[in-house]
């Protein structure tokens, strides 16, 4: 199944992460490593960016969106940064 992260944050920053393919279905409330998922470029930004508004650097799943593309369906899993003040 193909799975594409979406986060505020990534569009605070214009970034946008390639879908990935996942085995199991990621559910509300997971949390994501979301460097295991991305190159080290777009990584190096989302990490500088992250701290920059001191948030962690790990998502958490708080939605998720299916929808069908090109007769495949893939799920838009929405992430939340936690603030490290929190």
């Known amino acids: 199944m193909k799975v ?3 986060s505020d944050d990534f569009k605070e920053i ?3 992460i390639p ?5 199991t279905v990621p559910v509300v409330g997971d949390w ?4 295991s998922y991305i190159d080290e470029m777009q990584w190096q930004e989302i990490e500088k960016y ?5 948030k962690l650097a790990f998502g958490l799943i708080n939605g ?3 929808t069908r593309e090109a ?3 893939i799920l838009y899993v929405h992430l939340t940064f936690s603030s ?3």
């Not at 879908?19 to 085995?23: D, I, N």
């Not at 992250?50 to 001191?54: K, M, R």
């Open 71 to 73: 007769n495949e369906n």
């Open 14 to 16: 214009d970034i946008n």
């Open 50 to 54: 992250l701290y920059s508004v001191n």
């Open 32 to 35: 994501v490593n979301i460097e």
């Open 4 to 6: 594409v992260f979406v």
């Open 19 to 23: 879908a990935v393919e996942f085995e």
């Open 64 to 66: 998720r969106t299916w």
């Open 84 to 86: 490290l003040d929190e």
